[in-house]
């Protein structure tokens, strides 16, 4: 076989990323707190796609309270290498994501966003750590990352003032 048809097959197979939480379902499956306000709604900036909108009240004495938690409609993610989605804060500001693997050890990741457009987001499982501001009593800690069975994934704003982001589908990519 020649070499210029092995590039062109292989090119040919993309593989599909895991949808973690899409936002197609509305709010089905997506929770937060009472003042954290959830809708589903288009942009212009991703097309073809329902995002999630969240308005966010200033932080509180409550650390989860801007929390914003997605139960995942695929739960073993074991098949990618990265979670990925583009995220639009109105202002310039950080977002956390976190999710609980199969031994019980919540892991967190801190992105830093511009602000006013589109930013792709992409976590890769190699570069997360153990949350260190908690983790669960029952967590195995010291045990390897293990993304086989990943319940929901959550995320927050974490900047000092209200605000409003939007959030397209959270993937696993290869």
Not at 65 to 85: K, P, Y
Not at 93 to 106: L, Y
Request: glycine share 8%.
């Amino acid at each position: 076989m020649r070499l210029d048809a092995v590039v062109l097959a292989a090119a040919s197979f993309v593989q599909p990323a895991l949808v973690i939480h899409s936002f197609d379902g509305a709010l089905g499956g997506v929770r937060a707190a009472p003042d954290v306000r959830l809708s589903v709604g288009r942009d212009a900036g991703v097309s073809n796609e329902t995002v999630l909108i969240v308005d966010y009240p200033a932080p509180t004495g409550n650390p989860a309270g801007r929390d914003v938690q997605c139960d995942a409609q695929a739960t073993d993610w074991s098949g990618g290498r990265a979670i990925a989605f583009r995220v639009k804060s109105a202002q310039p500001s950080r977002i956390s994501v976190s999710f609980i693997d199969r031994n019980r050890v919540v892991y967190t990741s801190w992105t830093d966003l511009k602000g006013g457009e589109w930013e792709q987001v992409r976590i890769p499982f190699e570069t997360l750590r153990p949350n260190p501001y908690f983790q669960p009593p029952d967590a195995k800690m010291g045990a390897p990352i293990d993304v086989s069975d990943v319940k929901f994934i959550a995320f927050a704003p974490q900047d000092a003032a209200a605000g409003r982001l939007q959030i397209s589908a959270l993937t696993v990519s290869p």
